[in-house]
């Protein structure tokens, strides 16, 4: 899920949730396919997983937020 997002690849990260992916899997860096989406402006995909319920308040290693990313 985090490289699809990672690569704003949409229909892959919604056909993945389909199919019960970990949406709050941790990658590197502590970090979540919300925080990578945000990060690479992916906001689609960044709106697909906060409407199937990804953390929005989850914390990376740098005690950064999607939130954080998102607003650059």
Avoid: M, W, Y
Wanted: proline fraction near 1%; charged fraction near 15%.
């Amino acid at each position: 899920l985090s490289l699809t997002g990672r690569n704003g690849h949409l229909e892959v990260v919604k056909v993945l949730l389909d199919k019960g992916a970990t949406i709050n899997v941790v990658a590197g860096c502590n970090r979540t396919p919300l925080h990578i989406a945000a990060k690479l402006g992916h906001f689609e995909v960044v709106q697909v997983l906060l409407n199937k319920g990804a953390l929005i308040d989850a914390i990376a290693h740098d005690n950064s937020s999607a939130l954080h990313f998102a607003a650059g």
